[in-house]
């Protein structure tokens, strides 16, 4: 075989592939079509299947509480057009069945206080009143719910805030943490009311504060209690102070009547921080008091007392105290 023939021979053979490629696409087209146009077909059809629900309870029973989850989805058999079942299928959520529990009818399970349940299709009205039109509602494959109750007992508990703050450089509280209602009421099962003995407050942060604070706050949520309040407000008083020298004298007490205690040294010096709001009374009132406790003599220092000062802490601060202990004579009167 020369040359030509050769290749006359080639270019034959690849027109044949060609044209058997080209038949072969044309042919995986048109069944691709015709599938395609044979489901669509068969999607105008009305077919019966089953849909699972998810489940919304709503209403407990006046006075009970739901103990642990209650049931969450409830699968019906349906009938629609398929198209229409197709969307469902391939739907990324759903509409929730709700059930109202306090118009329900609830059955008690072996006579019991605590545990009932409910047979579906003693809702199938509302039910099938919740779908949308183009579903109609079968059989009900998810025949009964069950459910636990307890009682609903109530309890007053404290409020404490959680809190994570600053001061400004030369700040100090005005007084203490205010939060209004200090208390709330908290509702739920007895079993769990029962341990509990204060709600917190979500955290609550705040820096530098150098001025009086007020934040309303969210309380932390418990699981199956119920709050008289959601919301309370935390209160901070806060204000700037200025260092103050004093030369106090020094009170004893506790001293019988029979007995007089000469102190050395008589005058003690206080280093204290103290509002500025309050500074000008700090020489004319008695704000600050110095003292020695005389039952104390007793306590293995020899003749020497501790001195120990009294103050309002929120107006001053005593920072150092300069003697610390004192001598004393006893004398009989």
């Not at 699981?223 to 209160?235: A, E």
């Amino acid at each position: 075989m020369d040359y030509t023939t050769a290749k006359r021979f080639l270019q034959v053979i690849t027109q044949r592939n060609v044209n058997l490629n080209i038949r072969l696409a044309l042919f995986t087209f048109f069944v691709a079509v015709a599938s395609i146009l044979w489901y669509l077909n068969k999607l105008t059809y009305e077919y019966t299947t089953e849909i699972t629900f998810p489940l919304r309870v709503e209403n407990m029973p006046r006075g009970k509480v739901l103990v642990g989850e209650p049931p969450r989805r409830i699968t019906l058999q349906v009938k629609a057009y398929g198209y229409t079942l197709l969307r469902y299928k391939l739907g990324s959520s759903l509409s929730p069945i709700v059930i109202d529990l306090e118009q329900a009818p609830l059955l008690s399970l072996n006579g019991s206080n605590t545990k009932s349940y409910l047979l579906t299709n003693a809702l199938r009205n509302s039910i099938a009143n919740q779908l949308q039109g183009e579903l109609q509602l079968g059989v009900i494959a998810t025949d009964s719910l069950h459910f636990e109750f307890t009682t609903m007992e109530q309890k007053k508990v404290k409020v404490t805030p959680v809190l994570n703050y600053t001061l400004e450089r030369q700040h100090m509280f005005t007084g203490p943490i205010r939060v209004s209602p200090d208390s709330i009421t908290i509702s739920g099962p007895g079993t769990l009311i029962d341990t509990i003995n204060t709600i917190k407050t979500r955290p609550l942060r705040i820096d530098r504060l150098s001025t009086n604070h007020s934040s309303s706050v969210l309380l932390s949520e418990m699981q199956q209690v119920g709050f008289s309040h959601r919301r309370v407000n935390i209160t901070i008083p806060v204000e700037k102070f200025t260092e103050a020298n004093l030369s106090k004298s020094i009170e004893v007490k506790n001293l019988p009547d029979t007995l007089r205690l000469i102190l050395l040294p008589r005058i003690v010096n206080l280093k204290c921080n103290v509002l500025i709001s309050s500074y000008g009374n700090l020489f004319e009132e008695d704000l600050v008091r110095p003292f020695v406790d005389f039952s104390n003599s007793q306590d293995g220092t020899g003749n020497k007392l501790r001195i120990q000062v009294e103050s309002d802490p929120f107006v001053v601060r005593v920072v150092d105290i300069e003697p610390k202990y004192v001598d004393f004579i006893i004398e009989r009167i």
